[in-house]
């Protein structure tokens, strides 16, 4: 008997007649299995393992079937027990671990209170048994980590943290939503290697759910594809990959970035857009009773952008990435070194002398949700720039639906608010926000990195068309080396701070010179498939 068996579920908005967000949906799960539930944002995945987990938020409810864990149906369970069963016989690792961890609380306290409530274990025993669980996901210094706050640690770290969480009281099914999305790829490198040891060692079930293939084809036995609450198809890994039972499976596998670098572009521009040279950034701090210590984040930074061209910037969370994006938008202010945007530099301007100078080079941010005012319409927001730099409202106004046009989203939303809006939506909303300032350079930070593949695929062309009509120079920073290999001319690979290479996409990442940037490379998921054609690239070699 499986583990976990779902059977005919139907998760329906409350009260709401043919209102079905889950539709039917089967799937099963036996001890020492992966299975991956795999689909776009809003095809039911989350809602599916809100579900099995009993934290369907109220507006939802599962109206049909059932979901049998150790052959005990969770649907007609008391809160109480389900209480009991989320510690001793199943666990989530959700997405944003700095969302589900305590800020005011230190992390070693929130994996100890999961004892404190489900078990009689003494205080030192459950002391020693969460400093064992953080030794067992490989966290270093434990005892330091124990004492640390979430916002101390890494991205990598927190995950980690979730995941000793998770685990430390042994459960038999582990529910992962997405743990990997935002991670740099050495980081979900390890933290796939951990999900699949402590599967081993523990002998747990994983319902592991993504929207990546690359990770699919890393750690899943068997992928369930959903689409909009409906199940396309279910398949062993090696069977979907290769022979995909339906169109929108097919679209999903086309649609990931291949790890291959296009083929560079024959034509280059004399005009540089944006340089820096020598670009460093320093921060120290101390106080009376602590010694100054300086942190280099960003360290002799040098390259140039040519008019019409991308340039990626590559490396691991804390390599200095979004340092020099900041740096460069002047958001913070450089330690030394220039930053030339169209023939000024701007390192050291003052507020009021680099006013007009900010127009010409513009950022759209990873998350839009957080960069979009949620309380005013998104026309406001488009045209406040431009206000700002005295154009009049009607012509803002006007300007502002035709770039909604120009992005793929219809001019009377600009009456609409945020909310109202998918992530993929928002982030065009974002790109056209900065089109309206008419910049030479648009910087990207991480801005596809938290959409599903098919509307990361369309952000990007979206990208690519924009360039091709305004010249726009673009500096993509992104830890997604499929992504630069899809959509960069020239790559930079950052480490600690410093350059550790820079050239041609093809050189950089086709041929890498550098042990670093091999080591990037290695542990990109999905690197040995050609998910296009469906088949490994060793066959399409022979």
Request: charged share 25%.
């Amino acid at each position: 008997m499986s583990l976990l068996d779902i059977r005919n579920l139907r998760i329906a908005l409350d009260g709401v007649r043919d209102a079905d967000v889950v539709k039917g949906l089967d799937l099963s799960i036996e001890s020492g299995q992966t299975l991956c539930l795999v689909g776009e944002s809003g095809s039911g995945k989350s809602l599916t393992a809100l579900a099995t987990m009993g934290l369907l938020p109220p507006v939802l409810k599962a109206i049909a079937g059932s979901i049998t864990l150790k052959g005990e149906n969770l649907l007609e369970a008391s809160a109480a027990r389900l209480r009991d069963l989320r510690a001793t016989s199943m666990s989530m690792i959700f997405q944003e671990p700095m969302t589900a961890l305590n800020p005011v609380a230190r992390v070693g306290q929130q994996i100890e209170e999961v004892l404190e409530f489900h078990s009689d274990l003494s205080l030192s025993a459950r002391r020693s048994r969460v400093k064992e669980m953080m030794e067992a996901v490989h966290l270093p210094d434990v005892d330091k980590m124990y004492a640390s706050f979430p916002h101390q640690l890494s991205g990598g770290q927190r995950q980690r943290i979730m995941i000793a969480m998770a685990l430390v009281m042994r459960p038999q099914l582990l529910i992962a939503d997405e743990p990997t999305t935002a991670l740099d790829v050495t980081t979900q490198a390890q933290i796939l290697s951990l999900i699949r040891e402590l599967r081993e060692d523990q002998g747990a079930a994983v319902l592991f759910i993504t929207h990546d293939m690359g990770v699919v084809s890393e750690i899943a036995d068997d992928v369930t594809v959903l689409k909009l609450g409906e199940v396309m198809e279910t398949q062993g890994v090696d069977d979907l990959l290769r022979r995909p039972q339906t169109d929108y499976t097919r679209a999903l596998l086309r649609a990931v970035p291949s790890q291959v670098p296009r083929p560079p572009r024959d034509e280059q521009s004399d005009e540089v857009v944006l340089s820096t040279n020598a670009l460093s950034k320093t921060y120290s701090g101390g106080g009376w009773f602590t010694k100054t210590r300086e942190v280099r984040a960003a360290q002799d930074v040098s390259f140039s952008l040519p008019k019409g061209r991308t340039l990626g910037i590559v490396g691991e969370s804390g390599s200095g990435k979004t340092t020099v994006a900041r740096c460069i938008m002047r958001l913070i202010d450089p330690t030394s070194g220039t930053i030339n945007v169209g023939g000024t530099d701007i390192a050291m301007l003052s507020q009021k002398d680099l006013k007009p100078q900010r127009k010409k080079i513009q950022i759209v941010f990873q998350d839009p949700m957080r960069s979009l005012n949620p309380r005013i319409e998104i026309g406001q927001s488009i045209i406040e720039g431009p206000l700002n730099y005295g154009t009049a409202r009607d012509a803002a106004m006007a300007r502002a639906r035709e770039l909604l046009e120009l992005v793929g989203l219809p001019a009377s939303a600009v009456d609409r608010f945020p909310h109202q809006f998918s992530g993929g939506q928002r982030q065009r909303i974002a790109i056209a926000r900065a089109l309206a300032m008419d910049p030479d350079v648009l910087v990207a930070d991480e801005a596809v990195s938290a959409l599903d593949v098919s509307v990361q695929a369309q952000v990007l062309d979206l990208l690519a068309e924009l360039q091709e009509r305004f010249g726009l120079g673009i500096l993509f920073i992104t830890h997604d080396l499929g992504v630069a290999s899809q959509i960069c001319d020239d790559v930079l690979v950052m480490q600690n701070g410093r350059v550790v290479e820079y050239g041609p996409a093809g050189q950089v990442l086709g041929s890498p010179r550098q042990d670093y940037t091999k080591t990037l490379i290695k542990a990109a998921p999905g690197r040995h498939w050609d998910f296009a054609n469906f088949r490994p690239f060793a066959e399409a070699a022979e």
